[in-house]
């Protein structure tokens, strides 16, 4: 719940006043009563900690970095067109000493019926070139 006379339950807000006012929801529990979407998933401890748990939606964390899936589905689609019909990106957890990064990046892709057979190479080429962060691609 918001309350802006307890510093832990304040939201100030982002720089865009639209953005800020389409993170807050109203009426929730009691009319009037407002609250912050973050997007993240958390969990408190008995002695009131919140841990980050996952985030909601469509993005996943990976080595600590948001990683927006419509965006690396953009970027995938667009690079390899010519190949590739249809593209999902997800997070999955990855098992093992690399279970603390988050999750890493996944695309179920549908080869266009005349695919080229170096798909691989040239979608790969496509993401590198793409513009996407490096912790994305």
């Known amino acids: 719940r918001i309350d802006s006379g307890d510093p832990s339950?304040?939201?100030?807000?982002?720089?865009?006043a639209k953005a800020?006012?389409?993170?807050?929801?109203?009426d929730?529990?009691?009319?009037g009563d407002e609250y912050f979407r973050s997007g993240d998933l958390v969990v408190a401890d008995?002695?009131?900690f919140f841990y980050f748990v996952d985030r909601v939606g469509a993005t996943f964390r990976w080595k600590g970095e948001n990683v927006?899936?419509?965006?690396?589905q953009a970027a995938l689609l667009a690079g390899a067109s010519a190949d590739v019909a249809e593209a999902v990106v997800y997070g999955?957890?990855?098992p093992g000493k690399?279970?603390?990064l988050g999750r890493c990046g996944m695309a179920a892709i549908v080869l266009r019926p005349d695919a080229s057979p170096d798909?691989?190479?040239?979608?790969?080429?496509?993401?590198?070139?793409?513009?996407?962060p490096a912790y994305a691609r």
């Not at 339950?9 to 865009?16: A, N, Q």
């Not at 929730?28 to 009319?31: A, H, L, P, Q």
């Not at 927006?68 to 690396?72: D, E, F, G, K, R």
Request: charged content about 30%; overall charge positive.
């Open 28 to 31: 929730v529990r009691r009319k």
């Open 9 to 16: 339950r304040r939201f100030d807000g982002y720089t865009d």
């Open 98 to 100: 690399f279970s603390d």
């Open 92 to 94: 999955c957890r990855v």
């Open 68 to 72: 927006a899936t419509t965006q690396v």
């Open 46 to 48: 008995r002695e009131g």
């Open 20 to 26: 800020s006012a389409a993170k807050v929801v109203g």
């Open 119 to 132: 798909w691989r190479t040239r979608l790969y080429a496509s993401l590198a070139a793409s513009g996407l």
